[in-house]
């Protein structure tokens, strides 16, 4: 089946600094959602991203299906964007199923 | 706009007993999904629900098993329960079967 694979599965960076964690994917996909999950578990819809860039604030995303990768970019990091974001694909193998990555764990210190 | 909810928050089961949990979707979609998260795992696609049939699924036995209604909510039961079934069960709701997903706030289950 598909492999997600995620990195780095942990970051520590100081208030302020930027960031940038990546996504393969090891076949082709329908879709692609970035999440941040919450210390409480609660899964945050980042971007939905299938191809292509986007921006929201001090994030953005770009997808490119063809070389099965994406990249979340974290600008000027809060403290509050710690916790652990997770990679998912969709694909459709006759019905149509999510993959998730492991995760980055992202602690940002004050 | 209610997002998506579940229902109960927290539950504690014994090892064999069974057990049902709810997820009401986001208000305009059609479609669940049913996720298990084990603590320090990635969430694990266990099956989506859309016209009130279960259309894909994932790597579970059949002691887990779902159902959908005509208002579009859904049933996740497990059967038998596990030491190992102890996880987080997240519910995602998307505007078709390759729409956006957003998720609820999940329900804890420890099995003793």
């Known amino acids: 089946g598909i492999q997600v694979e995620q990195s780095p599965p942990d970051l520590i960076l100081q208030e302020g600094a930027n960031s940038t964690l990546r996504c393969n994917f090891s076949d082709s996909v329908n879709n692609l959602q970035w999440f941040h999950q919450n210390p409480w578990g609660q899964l945050i819809n980042l971007f939905y991203i299938p191809s292509g860039t986007k921006q929201n604030g001090r994030l953005s995303a770009t997808t490119v299906a063809t070389e099965r990768y994406s990249l979340l970019y974290i600008s000027s990091s809060q403290t509050t964007d710690s916790g652990v974001y997770f990679c998912?694909?969709?694909?459709?193998?006759?019905?149509?199923?999510?993959?998730f990555g492991a995760g980055t764990r992202l602690f940002v210190k004050a | 706009d209610a997002g998506v909810t579940q229902s109960p928050t927290h539950l504690i089961k014994t090892r064999g007993q069974q057990v049902t949990l709810r997820c009401s979707p986001k208000?305009?979609?059609?479609?669940v999904s049913w996720y298990q998260q084990a603590l320090g795992q990635g969430p694990q696609f266990i099956f989506q629900?859309?016209?009130?049939?279960?259309?894909q699924r994932g790597n579970f036995p059949d002691r887990f098993s779902g159902h959908q209604f005509p208002n579009y909510s859904s049933e996740l039961n497990v059967n038998a329960l596990l030491l190992g079934d102890s996880a987080l069960y997240l519910c995602?709701?998307?505007?078709?079967?390759?729409?956006?997903?957003?998720f609820g706030p999940g329900t804890r289950l420890t099995v003793l």
């Open positions: 629900y859309y016209e009130e049939e279960e259309r």
């Open positions: 208000s305009g979609h059609d479609t």
């Open positions: 998912a694909v969709g694909l459709n193998t006759g019905g149509f199923k999510t993959i």
């Open positions: 995602a709701s998307s505007p078709g079967q390759i729409g956006e997903q957003f």
